[in-house]
């Protein structure tokens, strides 16, 4: 029977083939995913958690860049037959912002601790379930339920500032100031929601009793999308200085 | 080589809803998204077929239509490119033979995320039954093509189709950028995370890294779309003003003021270069499998190939404003974003140059997917050769907005990736539907589409040269366009017999289906991971089995080798194993 080695076949030139592995031991980048243990899952939960954020920072790049063009861009004006600048203003409610930014930030700490915590669970299990092994006072602090009232105190102060804002005489329409605030807002806010039903499924999960390790991986992502969120609103609310 | 699978993605399901309706196997949601890209062809071949018809007839009663008015012509126009380019070229390459095929290619049993994949493709469905609705509001469809210019799709009373009927359009997109972002998200993390052991990047088949850039090119333009669509949502409807400015619409003063049509352009064409790359990629990758299949040869330049398919994708996001040079643009962008955009060339040209010398003294089967691939081939040259000239920001002077620039882009981005995709369909049918199709009727439908194909666009290019303007409804009675009827009419008679002939596939691909003679597991003689499994494949894909793969997946032609190809998953014999 003919043999061959891929290794020294022809010129080699353009083949697309690799030196041959050891049929045993595999090896390459290849990782051999078909085996959906809980290392791999959360790596591949955290993989499409990275694709999600890089689109939300696409959608948010676009805005800026149109928030940016339309700032800067001149319209003409018929009372004075010339170009002006009509970016207006739009009187924000700064105190309010900062307070729900300070609720947004502790949130995403207690976020962070709840992340560790379940992580801690996950690591603890296995010698949990040695007969006979106890690890003391088993009880921990509901972090997870603290994000969400965080979370939806963050919401509400956002409706009270939106509220204000309208108030103030303020609406989507008033001048590409306000609609700016409000499309940044809002945008940012429904994408928060978004975080906040990825909370409440993480902190439904214990009660319908799922798997730890699955409630783990629900709790991590989670955590890293909402700190991502609060990064994200500290860069609005930054931009949103600039209209001032 | 394969070694046992420990844990299934997903049990097989049992009720008919889940599993051919609501499924979550990456091989069903395939084919859903197939048949969805099937009907949408075909509409979308019905409304350009009535827009010919229109164009040579315009006074002509059709039955059942009517007479089409200038405003119908403009909605069919806009529903025409919006369901083509949506609905077909972004669907049928990536969502169709990408969920297919790629988790099967990298030895996967499944996508990263089934029930993601699965929402993803429903989302599509309804997206697609929103555009569709369009039709049949008050006012129909919107009349502001594809591009979605404004000030005429930001003013509802713009005109019959511009109110309701473009609210829905928008919406559409919205939610289509949506599911297109949940697809590439699944798609990326797949390829990076469920490959086979010893699937190394430089052992993915060219189809994987085409699909998997076009997934990158989609994560990062749908979101741009997205936001774009919203604030032109916002314009229409709460009295916004991104992109309009103060204008007078039916003589009445609106109430907008300040906003540029020109950043809804700068937005939409940041998305809507790569999209052109979304739909081609797909297509230059089965184009590489199967020329590299039938002509018996490993690609040639299989790495230049994959850093030719990353360069387009990259500068694909830098020319964007070579549809903008006659919107005011500085000479000195235009300037820039010319010489990036001829810079795509150079990576083509590898590609074209890599995909003739891999035919080189290859001994070809021509078998219907080979035709189709050369058909591919010569599609992307032709079309392509233009690309050059309408880069030229003084050459687009003469050319924007005529019919020359639909010829361009019908040649490379329309029905190349239409080639693409039958070269995919005539390629994997045997794998998907356990059934070969017909030869004699793929070759009649091969040759007669060629044919059409290039006596529909190739004259368009000299109705473009000549001054035809695009998106016009009516020419006929225009002076200095009246030698142009005859190559007009020679157009829609082409057109007409094209789109007849495209009932030989519909016919040989449903008979095939149920009568086609069955198909081996391998027999076109393949040697990449999808032609290891059974026909069609199990519900995990490999029988329970993963593969583990040992070498490239263009092994043809091997010396010693007992046959003349070499499966990426065989024991490379020799070298001590």
Redesign the interface.
Known sequence: ???????T??DG??????P????SG???????????DYG?RL??AR??LI??I??????????T??YI??QG?P??D?ASNSYIH?WGRVALPWMLLAINTLVLLVSSVTMELARRSVARQAALAPVKSIPGVSLGDERSFPWLGMTVLLGFGFLAGQWLAWGELHNRGFY??TN?SS?FAF?LTV?HAVHLGGGMIALLWAASASLLHQPLESRRITVDVTAWYWHFMAVLWIYIFALLGLAK | ?A?P???P?HAAPQGFIRKYIFSLDHKVIGLQYFFLALTAVFIGMFLSLLMRIHMIWPTAVLPVIGEIKPETYLALMTMHGTIMVFFVLTTAPQGGFGNYILPIQ????DM??PV?NMLSFWTTFLAYMVMLAAFFVVGGAPLHGWTGYPPLSAVQSAGPGEGLGADLWITSIAIFCLAS?MG???F??TT????????????LP?TVWSWFITAILG??????L???G??LL?DRN?????YL??IVVNGQLMLH????PL?WQ??FW?FGHPEVYIAILPGMGVTSQILSTFSRK???????MVYAMVSIGFFGFMVWGHHMFMSGMSPYSAFAFSILTMCIGVPSAIKTF?WL?TMWKGHIRFHTPMLYAIGFVSLFVSGGLSGPFLAQPVLDIQLHDTAFVPAHFHLIMGVAAIFGIFAATYYWFPKMFGRMMNETLGQIHFFVTLAGTYAIFMPMHYLGMAGQTRRYSQFTEVAYLQKLIPLNTFITYAAIITIAAQFIFVINLFWSMFKGPKASDNPWEATTLEWTTATPPPHDNFGGV?P????????YG?????RDY?MQTD?????G?
């Open positions: 029977m003919a043999t061959y080695t891929p290794t076949l022809r030139i353009g083949r697309g083939h690799e041959p592995l050891p049929p595999g090896g390459g980048d290849g990782r051999g995913g078909n085996v959906p791999a790596r591949r993989l499409g694709c999600a890089v689109t939300v920072c696409m959608v948010f790049i676009a805005l860049s149109a063009v339309r861009m319209t003409f018929d009509d989507v329409n590409p609609s499309l945008t | 080589m070694t699978v420990t844990v993605a990298i030895g996967a049993p990263a995320f993601l972002l590439a998200l699944n990326i993390t990076l995370d469920l490959r086979a052991k010893g699937m190394t990047m430089m052992r060219l994560l990062l333009a749908f979101g741009v997205l936001s774009a919203i604030l916002l709460l009295g916004t003003s991104f400015p103060q003021k300040g906003g540029s950043l700068h937005l940041f490993p690609i040639f330049g299989y790495k230049a890599n010398g993963t583990v793969v040992h070498n490239g997946p263009y092994e091997v010396p010693g080798a007992t070499v024991a490379a014999v020799g070298g194993h």
